[in-house]
């Protein structure tokens, strides 16, 4: 079993539409959690943290779920520009600071 | 804003050749990190850096890959005797303690 597990997708959606994705991870004991977003043949960049209260950022919403050992990311009204991969990251139990990354989603926004 | 620096942008070599990928991160950022990615898949951890010591090497990185941060500044990864299966996007990416990583654009490399 991968240590982190996502839908490659892809996701073809209209504009304005709200889609959501999943992330499972294996190690019960992880620490911390992130979104990031890559474009085609481009570095990954920040999207946001993930936090067990939950967070939004603006159209962006993340949820943490321990007890299932699952994150997710809701985005609201999707633009054409939210076209990308988004990679679900894990870090694993304190005293390593390496990202384990999932395979990514590849979100399309159609016109 | 000056983010994390990768050279070359693009490595083209043949099989047999070594390649040294060079990484300058954010000049505030302690730790520094190697990754790699294939077509489809997710950047896979290969080591990183605190300061200029190698605090964790991943199994991927056999012995004909090795990394250096020898002023704890920039680092280097070097790849000796290289294989087609060493194709891949290695990536650098840099962090300030428990702070997200930012990463570099990446050395694309292609070894015919």
């Known amino acids: 079993r991968k240590e982190v597990e996502q839908d490659p997708g892809p996701f073809n959606v209209p504009e304005g539409a709200t889609v959501a994705f999943n992330c499972t991870y294996s190690?019960?004991?992880?620490?911390?959690f992130f979104w990031y977003r890559q474009d085609c043949r481009k570095e990954p960049k920040l999207l946001m943290s993930?936090?067990?209260s939950g967070n939004e950022d603006g159209r962006f919403t993340a949820q943490l779920n321990r007890a299932s050992q699952y994150i997710s990311l809701l985005i609201r009204d999707s633009k054409l520009s939210d076209s990308a991969t988004y990679l679900c990251?894990?870090?694993?139990?304190?005293?390593?600071?390496?990202?384990?990354f999932g395979t990514g989603t590849r979100l399309k926004v159609l016109a | 804003d000056t983010g994390v620096s990768q050279n070359p942008r693009h490595k083209i070599t043949k099989r047999g050749q070594n390649v040294t990928f060079r990484c300058d991160p954010i000049?505030?950022?302690?730790?520094l990190y190697w990754y790699r990615q294939t077509l489809g898949q997710g950047p896979e951890f290969l080591t990183y850096?605190?300061?200029?010591?190698?605090?964790?090497k991943s199994r991927l990185l056999s012995d004909r890959f090795s990394a250096e941060r020898p002023k704890g500044s920039f680092s280097t990864l070097e790849i000796q005797r290289t294989e087609q299966g060493d194709s891949a996007m290695y990536l650098c990416?840099?962090?300030?303690?428990?702070?997200?990583?930012?990463f570099g654009d990446g050395t694309r490399l292609s070894i015919l």
């Open positions: 990416a840099s962090s300030s303690n428990n702070q997200p990583q930012h």
């Open positions: 190690n019960s004991a992880s620490q911390s």
């Open positions: 993930v936090y067990s």
């Open positions: 990251v894990v870090t694993p139990p304190s005293g390593t600071y390496k990202y384990i």
């Open positions: 000049s505030e950022h302690n730790r």
């Open positions: 850096f605190q300061n200029e010591a190698q605090l964790e």
